[in-house]
């Protein structure tokens, strides 16, 4: 059974950081891209990041945030540094079972399985 579960949000003071986990089952990481996105309330779900084949960030994060892989435990990160109250929304991890590249791996409606979503709010 697939499954994705994120992980680690939370209340954060501006310039603060966060690591975010996305912990897969019933699939390897590995043969999936993977994505992380994120939605405020009133707005579009927008995409943050992904990998798979290559490393890519939306310009809105890059040089804040990282997005890495720990295969023995089958899990992604998102390492966000530097957070601003903007950064505030639900952030979700998502996987493709193709690669993706450019813009086209930053569309929600390119992923085929997602993950509950995890709470970060950014705020004094």
């Known amino acids: 059974q697939v499954q994705l579960v994120e992980s680690g949000g939370g209340l954060v003071q501006p310039g603060g950081s966060l690591r975010l986990s996305c912990a897969a089952s019933?699939?390897?990481?590995?043969?999936?891209?993977i994505g992380w996105f994120r939605q405020a309330p009133g707005k579009e779900r927008e995409g943050v990041s992904y990998?798979?084949?290559?490393?890519y960030y939306a310009a809105f994060v890059k040089g804040r945030f990282t997005i890495s892989r720990d295969k023995a435990k089958n899990t992604v990160y998102l390492q966000m540094n530097s957070l601003k109250p903007e950064d505030t929304a639900v952030y979700y991890c998502?996987?493709?079972?193709?690669?993706?590249?450019?813009?086209?791996?930053?569309?929600?409606?390119?992923?085929?399985?997602w993950g509950q979503g995890t709470q970060v709010t950014v705020s004094s």
């Open positions: 019933g699939f390897t990481l590995d043969d999936y891209t």
């Open positions: 998502a996987a493709a079972n193709r690669l993706l590249f450019g813009l086209l791996g930053l569309r929600a409606d390119s992923y085929d399985y």
């Open positions: 990998s798979g084949n290559i490393i």
